[in-house]
C-alpha cells in the first residue's frame, strides 16, 4: 500500500496523491483493487479510524495514467469540490510524450466528442454533432529528446480521454496509447500521459492549493527532465503559467 498511496497534500478535508499508472482510480466490472480502496486503508490505519471512511475522488485518471488526484474527505469538501470542477475553476496540467512532432508549437485544440461506452472509445469530430460534447486543450511543446517530444497540455474541458483523442486526432499519438493510434505498447501497460500539476482554491480553508506530481520511477520519464526548459519551469511554480 505504502508504493500505492503517495501523498502529495493531506488535511481534514481533502487527500491529494500522485497515482500510479496501471490502477483503477474506482472500481469497475473488472474487480480488480483501485485506488480509492488503497486510500480509504491508509487514511483508517494513520489516523485509527473506526468504521468506514469516507472517501471520494473529485475526478477521474484514466487507468494507464499517472499523476496527480483530488480525494474529498468530507461530504462538504466533494460538494465544494465538484462546484469548482463544474465551474473549470481548478486548472490542471499534464505532460505527454509522443514520437511525432505537432504540426505547431503550441496551439488550441476545439472538437465535439462522442463516447462508445460499449468499446471505451471516444471519437473527435470537427463540427458539432448529436451527442458531442465541445471539448478545448490547449498544448505546448516543451522539447525534444530522443526522436520524442515533451508536450504540456492544458485541458480547458473534462470529457472522458479528451487529451487522449485531441493529440492523436493533431497526429500525435500519446507514446504508448493502441487505443488511440501509438505504434506499440509500453512494456508495463501505461501511456505516457501523467496529470502533473494541479491547482485550485482550497473548498473549505480559501488559500490556494498547488500540487506538483513527480514523474513515475521510470528512466524513459526521467530524462526529460535534464531539458533546460523543464529546469527552468520547475524552479518556480509561480512561473508554470
Not at 483530488?70 to 461530504?75: L, P
Not at 515533451?150 to 500525435?172: A, D
Request: proline share 7%; hydrophobic share 35%.
Amino acid at each position: 500500500m505504502e508504493n500505492i498511496v503517495q501523498p502529495l497534500y493531506e488535511d481534514n478535508h481533502l487527500l491529494i496523491v500522485n497515482k500510479p499508472a496501471g490502477i483503477l482510480v474506482q472500481g469497475d466490472k473488472t474487480g480488480d483493487k483501485n485506488l480509492t480502496d488503497y486510500c480509504k486503508e491508509y487514511i483508517k490505519k494513520k489516523y485509527d479510524k473506526p468504521g468506514a471512511v469516507f472517501l471520494h475522488p473529485c475526478h477521474r485518471l484514466d487507468r494507464p495514467v499517472s499523476g496527480a488526484i483530488v480525494f474529498a474527505r468530507t461530504s462538504k469538501a466533494l460538494e465544494r469540490m465538484n462546484k469548482l470542477f463544474a465551474s473549470k475553476k481548478v486548472q490542471k496540467t499534464y505532460w505527454a510524450i509522443v514520437k511525432k512532432h505537432p504540426p505547431q508549437k503550441k496551439g488550441r485544440l476545439v472538437s465535439w466528442l462522442v463516447k462508445d461506452p460499449k468499446r471505451n472509445v471516444t471519437t473527435a469530430y470537427a463540427e458539432p454533432v448529436d451527442g458531442g460534447l465541445k471539448a478545448e486543450t490547449d498544448f505546448k511543446v516543451l522539447g525534444k529528446l530522443n526522436n520524442h517530444f515533451l508536450i504540456e497540455v492544458e485541458p480547458r474541458t473534462g470529457r472522458p480521454h479528451q487529451i487522449r483523442v485531441h493529440l492523436s486526432e493533431m497526429g500525435s499519438p500519446i507514446r504508448g496509447d493502441l487505443r488511440y493510434g501509438f505504434s506499440k505498447p509500453n512494456p508495463d501497460k501505461s501511456i505516457n500521459l501523467h496529470a502533473r500539476r494541479i491547482y485550485f482554491e482550497h473548498p473549505v480553508k480559501k488559500e490556494p492549493v498547488v500540487v506538483r506530481a513527480g514523474l513515475p520511477n521510470d528512466q524513459f520519464w526521467e530524462q526529460f527532465l535534464t531539458l533546460e526548459t523543464i529546469k527552468v519551469k520547475d524552479k518556480d511554480t509561480d512561473r508554470l503559467y
